[in-house]
């Protein structure tokens, strides 16, 4: 697909991180973008320094997310690009005992189900509703009518301690990856996703300098964190790459995360 101003892109979890490298990246060719996010502050600040439209969606609900595309399309018409990057994260052991008390809990469930429903059903949701959307379009040259990026993590395959929730969480993304395609291929819709390892993201930013300097450490090559542009750059090259469909791609600098 051509990136230019005749095409209309939203991001989900716009705001910042990736979603936000992911936008910025879209206008620098063009691309008419809405930001997705629940951060009415964050995500009005960086629709109006990259001038994108913003739209406070919350993607575990319906009725959010149809006003979201409703308000996306309005300003900016149906889009043909959809980049989902809203996510959250979780880190507790399935069962635990403290060694101080004893005390045995379990990971809370409405944690776990909240993992589930924001990662992997709130994905879902926008696909769907998206790729709805791009049915009432007209096919460009090569007879395609819209691209599609999801975000899982190298979780899906390397999940660590404290991560059953948000590896299932990602590893149900990966897993509809290839069924999605297949469902949308005679429409002329893609859809690939990427699992990124460990990035500068605002949560990672806010940890210790030691921890991120031994998590840096960590990665074969090059040996520091990813950069939000690497990953928009990768989500670029899926959206312009007619022959990219129904993948799933690492981009992690060859780590493979250890149990923990």
């Not at 101003?5 to 809405?34: F, N, Q, Y």
């Not at 190298?154 to 929730?165: H, I, L, T």
């Not at 509809?176 to 699992?195: C, F, K, Q, V, Y």
């Amino acid at each position: 697909m051509r990136l230019s101003s005749d095409i209309a892109a939203v991001v989900t979890g716009g705001a910042s991180g990736l979603g936000k490298a992911t936008v910025a990246a879209l206008r620098k060719d063009g691309v008419k973008v809405a930001i997705f996010d629940r951060d009415e502050d964050r995500g009005r600040a960086s629709a109006d320094e990259l001038g994108a439209a913003f739209c406070k969606v919350d993607v575990t609900s319906e009725e959010s997310v149809e006003a979201g595309f409703a308000a996306a399309r309005k300003a900016n018409g149906q889009e043909r690009i959809l980049v989902n990057c809203a996510g959250i994260g979780s880190a507790m052991k399935t069962a635990s005992r403290s060694k101080e008390t004893g005390e045995i809990k379990h990971f809370p469930l409405n944690i776990f189900e909240l993992t589930i429903q924001i990662n992997l059903i709130g994905t879902f949701r926008c696909v769907a509703k998206s790729a709805a959307g791009m049915l009432t379009l007209e096919p460009l040259d090569g007879g395609e009518r819209g691209a599609m990026v999801m975000t899982a993590s190298v979780a899906a395959e390397d999940g660590q301690m404290g991560q059953a929730a948000y590896s299932a969480s990602k590893g149900g993304v990966v897993g509809m990856t290839l069924p999605i395609a297949r469902d949308l291929s005679g429409e002329g819709i893609r859809i690939n996703t990427i699992l990124p390892g460990i990035f500068e993201t605002p949560l990672m930013l806010g940890a210790p300098e030691k921890v991120k300097e031994a998590l840096a450490a960590s990665v074969p090559f090059p040996k520091r964190l990813g950069r939000p542009e690497e990953y928009a750059s990768l989500a670029l090259e899926m959206i312009r790459n007619p022959y990219f469909n129904g993948e799933d791609v690492r981009l992690d600098g060859s780590i493979r995360m250890a149990p923990r």
